[in-house]
């Protein structure tokens, strides 16, 4: 049973920096692509940051210069770097598994798996 559990959300004020981690098990993640996705109440679920199993990301231009993903294949790991934080930043993020394609998309309706999500709060 795949699971995915996000952690490192909390408040920051704006400018400030937050790093979102996402710890799986009962996969092998360096296979699929990875993602973080995140959603406001009464919105679709949008794409933050992906990444393949080479390593290459695609980042939406809203947090393009200012967000990082990246992922540990060794420790079944996946993060967000979250620089220079906007009031706009103020949403709920969900870590997500592709779980059958290495191709990253920022589509979450590409992805089989998600975590619970950690909500993140940036004060202006």
């Known amino acids: 049973q795949v699971q995915l559990v996000e952690s490192g959300g909390g408040s920051v004020e704006s400018g400030g920096s937050l790093r979102l981690s996402c710890v799986t098990s009962g996969t092998t993640i360096s296979r699929y692509a990875m993602g973080w996705f995140r959603q406001a109440p009464g919105k679709q679920r949008e794409g933050v940051a992906v990444?393949?199993?080479?390593?290459?990301?695609k980042v939406a231009d809203s947090v393009k210069g200012r967000f990082t993903i990246s992922r540990d294949n060794d420790k079944n790991m996946l993060y967000l770097q979250m620089n220079k934080q906007k009031p706009e930043d103020t949403v709920m993020y969900y870590c997500?598994?592709?779980?059958?394609?290495?191709?990253?998309?920022?589509?979450?309706?590409?992805?089989?798996?998600w975590g619970q999500g950690t909500h993140v709060t940036a004060s202006s």
């Open positions: 997500a598994e592709d779980g059958e394609c290495w191709f990253a998309s920022l589509k979450s309706w590409e992805y089989a798996y």
């Open positions: 990444i393949n199993n080479a390593g290459i990301t």
